[in-house]
DNA sequence: GGGCGGGCGGGAG
DNA sequence: ACTCCCGCCCGCC
């Protein structure tokens, strides 16, 4: 995330009456975040792109598809979730563009403001998930500590305020199943698929029932999609229904996609 | 494959 | 404050 705001103390109050008193000259731009929002329409690298951001960064994205290919549409889709007017921008946020090419979500300062604890530790997580793999939803529940909370992470990725930066997309079922999506299912099939995501061998290994990929040579586990996991020769390449089977042959879990012990049996 | 109970956070009343 | 309901789920049957 970068840094394009003014630096300002804690004391949001005092910065708040200052910024009222100050009203009728120029308004400070950390205040504007709070008031309204600007928005914008991009039209790559997905057909077209609304978002809604500040000097706090992007609050909500939303393809035109989503929207009907409508402003008004969008406006009032984000005036509904966040009380706050929305006015119209010359030029996107920068980084807005790179982060979107790259899928990196660092590339773009966000302003998940709005968002619980909960809702942006998951958030979090789910953003460092790199372009091309993918991770289940009980992985994400583990990063965050809250293994249990599985299904309160689907739910809160479907909350996700900015799908494509954030890339719920990337986050797929246990099962070998893409779950659910905002934009649908055809949608995260496309995103991943345009992240060269094979998804037939996907499928192929989940109707194997082979969720974990190793090597015999180095003796690491990893998720599939992981690059590491890609990168094994056929020769080599070993399948686990779970990571207890990986781990009993003497497979360690790769340090790079973190496999956790959730998994179907 | 399908069904079902368990699990959890958030929002509505 | 509490209860009830819903949801990009999971694992067992």
Redesign the pocket.
């Known amino acids: 995330m970068t840094t394009n705001r003014v630096p300002t103390g804690d004391s949001r109050d005092t910065d708040l009456l200052a910024a009222l008193v100050g009203l009728a000259a120029d308004p400070p731009s950390d205040l504007t975040g709070r008031v309204f929002s600007s928005w914008c329409r991009l039209e790559q690298p997905v057909r077209g792109v609304y978002a809604a951001f500040s000097d706090d960064g992007v609050s909500y994205l939303r393809t035109s598809e989503s929207v009907d290919d409508s402003d008004e549409r969008f406006a009032q889709a984000f005036r509904q979730r966040f009380r706050r007017p929305l006015l119209p921008a010359p030029r996107p946020p920068a980084g807005l563009l790179p982060a979107l090419r790259r899928g990196n979500p660092r590339d773009v300062r966000l302003d998940l403001r709005e ?5 942006r530790a998951v958030l979090q997580a789910t953003a460092g998930i790199p372009r091309g793999e993918t991770r ?4 994400v ?1 583990k990063e965050i500590g ?1 293994p ?13 305020p900015v ?1 494509l930066l954030v890339p ?2 990337r ?5 070998g ?1 893409l ?5 649908g299912l055809d949608f ?1 099939r496309t995103l991943l698929r345009a992240e060269a995501v094979d998804l037939d061998e996907l499928s192929r290994l ?2 194997q029932r082979v969720f974990y990929v190793g090597s015999d040579s180095t003796n690491v586990v990893c998720f599939p999609t992981c690059h590491h996991a890609r990168r094994i020769t056929p020769a080599h390449r070993r399948g686990f229904r779970t990571l207890d089977q990986a781990q009993r042959a003497g497979y360690r879990p790769c340090l790079a996609c973190r496999p956790a012990a ?4």
């Open positions: 968002s619980t604890a909960f809702e289940p939803y009980a992985w529940a809250r249990n909370a599985v299904r309160a992470v689907g739910s809160a990725l479907g909350r996700n799908p719920c997309h986050v797929t079922r246990s099962d199943h779950g659910g999506y905002v934009f995260k989940a109707e959730t998994g179907v049996r």
